[in-house]
Nanobody, 127 residues
Framework: QVQLVESGGGSVQAGGSLRLSCSAS????????MGWFRQAPGKEREGVAG????????YYADSVKGRFTISQDNANKMVYLQMNSLTPDDTAMYYC????????????????????WGQGTQVTVSS
């Protein structure tokens, strides 16, 4: 089992930045790939960024490339999402997720292959 706890959400004006954190505990063999998803009201959950925890390679949705950066601190079992140049379209509940299989470019396309989820942290961007 894996437990994920997010923090760092909040309200910010357009153009601002936020840094989300995800703390992982439990079976580290089940966190080979960790990622961030988001879900806005009335919309489907969308994969935002993923990272292979063993190798450090990263993947991003086109909508956030160049603005968001996923990183990790393996020693402390933390994953971060640095979000810059935020726009109102980034407003959503952001979820940390984990899976035992390695990330690849298609990992963010569906949330169904991610068995472990945090409770989410709200990000609100005002214009």
């Amino acid at each position: 089992q894996v437990q994920l706890v997010e923090s760092g959400g909040g309200s910010v004006q357009a153009g601002g930045s936020l840094r989300l954190s995800c703390s992982a505990s439990g079976n580290s063999d089940s966190t080979s790939c960790m990622g961030w998803f988001r879900q806005a009201p009335g919309k489907e959950r969308e994969g935002v960024a993923g990272i292979n925890t063993n190798y450090g390679n990263t993947y991003y949705a086109d909508s956030v490339k160049g603005r968001f950066t996923i990183s990790q601190d393996n020693a402390n079992k933390m994953v971060y999402l640095q979000m810059n140049s935020l726009t109102p379209d980034d407003t959503a509940m952001y979820y940390c997720a984990a899976r035992k299989w390695a990330c690849y470019s298609g990992s963010l396309a569906s949330s169904e292959s991610w068995p472990y989820w945090g409770q989410g942290t709200q990000v609100t961007v005002s214009s």
